[in-house]
Nanobody
Framework: HVQLVESGGGSAQAGGTLGLTCTSSAYFYEMNCMAWFRQAPGKDREGVASIYVGSGRTYVADSLRGRFTISRDNAKNTVYLQMNSLSPEDTAMYYC???????????????????WGQGTQVTVS
């Protein structure tokens, strides 16, 4: 069972920045696709960004590209989400998720990910 622990959430003002961190208890070669999802109250969980930890190839939601960046540190089994130019619409619970294999076309489908963190709240005002 892979444990994922998120940190770095909190409050920010519109236009500000926040960075999220997700550390995995499993070596990255065991869980090759790491992702960030978010869920706002009353809305479905949506894919924010994913990264294939082997090559570092990234996938970012079209609406967030240019503002959000996903990266990883394989030596630390850690994935990061840098969020810039935040807006109130970014307010949500953010979750880290992991799945074996390539990210590919499934990168934003929550059902494809087997391990989830507890989530960290991001509030933008």
């Amino acid at each position: 069972h892979v444990q994922l622990v998120e940190s770095g959430g909190g409050s920010a003002q519109a236009g500000g920045t926040l960075g999220l961190t997700c550390t995995s208890s499993a070596y990255f070669y065991e869980m090759n696709c790491m992702a960030w999802f978010r869920q706002a109250p009353g809305k479905d969980r949506e894919g924010v960004a994913s990264i294939y930890v082997g090559s570092g190839r990234t996938y970012v939601a079209d609406s967030l590209r240019g503002r959000f960046t996903i990266s990883r540190d394989n030596a630390k089994n850690t994935v990061y989400l840098q969020m810039n130019s935040l807006s109130p619409e970014d307010t949500a619970m953010y979750y880290c998720a992991a799945a074996p294999g390539l990210c590919g076309g499934r990168w934003s489908r929550a059902s494809e990910f087997f391990s989830w963190g507890q989530g960290t709240q991001v509030t933008v005002s």
